[in-house]
T-cell receptor
Framework: DGGITQSPKYLFRKEGQNVTLSCEQN?????MYWYRQDPGQGLRLIYY???????QKGDIAEGYSVSREKKESFPLTVTSAQKNPTAFYLC?????????FGQGTRLTVV | AQKVTQAQTEISVVEKEDVTLDCVYE???????LFWYKQPPSGELVFLIR??????QNEISGRYSWNFQKSTSSFNFTITASQVVDSAVYFC??????????????FGRGTSLIVHP
């Protein structure tokens, strides 16, 4: 089945640790996105990539990093510089204008 | 800059009632796309509809209908005869065409719909 796979579904991070969220798609889409969702805040754009080996900062990129070495993969690293990382993270890829989403990763700092 | 406003934070209805979710957008572009997504408790956003700025025809899909009015910059979503399974958070989104053909969806804050049996 074609789709977007995010892993893990739940992730716990200790203070000061870096963690990496995985996002893989087999839809052959060029563009991919990372959004952060907080209660009552809607979705806010962290990073996006229009093509392999290229990515751009979104509205809230501080404390995050990404790579796009393969078309299928767009991992997000939440670094220790991100002061409030507890949130729900959604990855998406785009066909024409609409985005299709993975099932999300819920990150909690413990 | 583009902006999407969903003024209704939460709506509660009883099953079989009709319900309309409001969406108002702001953009300076003449070419743009509007979307609705559904987020059930599982968390994944499910794409419902896309509308481009040149197509103001209303659309109906089963119990769902969408009313796009450029004059009021609105793209409202109506569920007829609501069901418990419609309970979810619904997001309206706007995407303008950027340089190079990129589209960056901007989302509203979402409306939580609760349908009681």
């Amino acid at each position: 089945d074609g789709g977007i796979t995010q892993s893990p579904k739940y992730l716990f991070r200790k203070e000061g640790q870096n963690v990496t969220l995985s996002c893989e798609q087999n839809l052959n889409h060029d563009a991919m996105y990372w959004y952060r969702q907080d209660p009552g805040q809607g979705l806010r754009l962290i990073y996006y990539s229009q093509i392999v080996n290229d990515f751009q900062k979104g509205d809230i990129a501080e404390g995050y990093s990404v790579s796009r070495e393969k078309k299928e993969s767009f991992p997000l690293t939440v670094t220790s510089a991100q002061k409030n990382p507890t949130a729900f993270y959604l990855c998406a890829s785009r066909r024409v204008a609409e985005a299709f989403f993975g099932q999300g990763t819920r990150l909690t700092v413990v | 800059a583009q902006k999407v406003t969903q003024a209704q934070t939460e709506i509660s209805v009883v099953e079989k009632e009709d319900v309309t979710l409001d969406c108002v957008y702001e953009t300076r572009d003449t070419t743009y796309y509007l979307f609705w997504y559904k987020q059930p408790p599982s968390g994944e956003l499910v794409f419902l509809i896309r509308r481009n700025s040149f197509d103001e025809q209303n659309e109906i899909s089963g119990r769902y209908s969408w009313n796009f009015q450029k004059s009021t910059s609105s793209f409202n979503f109506t569920i007829t005869a609501s069901q418990v399974v419609d309970s979810a958070v619904y997001f309206c989104a706007l995407s303008e065409a950027k340089t190079g053909g990129s589209y960056i969806p901007t989302f509203g804050r979402g409306t939580s719909l609760i349908v009681h049996p």
